[in-house]
């Protein structure tokens, strides 16, 4: 069975710093991986997309890379603003399996 | 675009009762979804659907119920509310890019089972 793991669970940075939130799963036949951001009492918006063909995607400040030998995602964060501040979670969908949440990284970033 | 809409926002009900939790999307998605969250736990799937007039079992699908009649509109139903009920729902649509499914999701709705 597919489990996903997000550390660490919360991360508080001071602005303008560059940060790396990681994402592992332990079954490494994943169609694809999406990354997303859920703000206090909101629904979750979607940040980038990696299909398994792909190593890497880019928007903006964030750029998100997939490693499935050894089975991580990163998401990279650069030049970081306190409108980052959300939870950030990784969901996997491969196999026979649903779509498979990560539990979240609780993101603050301090002025 | 108004993308995936869930109603109510916030409810509040007592042991027993029952009540309906409705999504709406108007990008013609064929996939939906139901998921709870709860502290902790990350998201969990109760119920999905991959069509209208079709639905299945998530991986916490007991105490709920749920309609497709009509391809926008996916219904989630609690016939007799327990306070184990007590979450955030959230409804999501899915469309498929190159055989990846691309979420969309609601706002969400809060329920809370006195």
């Known amino acids: 069975k597919q489990e996903v793991t997000q550390i660490p669970a919360a991360l508080s940075v001071p602005e303008g710093e560059n940060l790396v939130l990681n994402c592992s799963f332990t079954?490494?036949?994943?169609?694809?991986l999406q990354w997303f951001r859920q703000d206090p009492g909101k629904g979750l918006t979607s940040l980038l997309l990696?299909?398994?063909?792909?190593r890497e995607q880019t928007s903006g400040r964030l750029n998100a890379s997939l490693d499935k030998s050894s089975g991580r995602s990163t998401l990279y964060i650069a030049a970081s603003q306190p409108g980052d501040s959300a939870t950030y979670l990784c969901?996997?969908?491969?196999?026979?399996?649903?779509?498979?949440f990560g539990k979240g990284t609780k993101l603050t970033v301090n002025p | 675009n108004a993308g995936v809409t869930q109603t109510p926002k916030f409810r509040v009900l007592k042991t027993g009762q029952s009540m309906t939790l409705l999504c709406a999307q108007d990008?013609?998605?064929?996939?939906m979804y139901w998921y709870r969250q709860d502290p902790g736990m990350g998201l969990r799937l109760i119920h999905y659907?991959?069509?209208?007039?079709?639905?299945a079992k998530g991986e916490v699908p007991d105490g709920y119920n749920v309609s497709r009649l009509k391809k926008q509109n996916f219904l989630l139903g609690l016939e007799s509310a327990a306070p184990s009920q007590t979450s955030v729902y959230f409804c999501?649509?899915?469309?498929?890019?190159?055989?990846?499914?691309?979420?969309?999701f609601g706002a969400g709705s809060r329920l809370t089972v006195l």
């Open positions: 079954d490494s036949a994943i169609y694809n």
């Open positions: 990696i299909q398994s063909s792909q």
């Open positions: 990008m013609n998605h064929e996939y």
């Open positions: 999501a649509s899915s469309w498929t890019l190159s055989g990846a499914n691309v979420l969309t």
């Open positions: 659907s991959v069509g209208e007039g079709t639905t």
């Open positions: 969901v996997l969908e491969g196999g026979s399996e649903k779509l498979v």
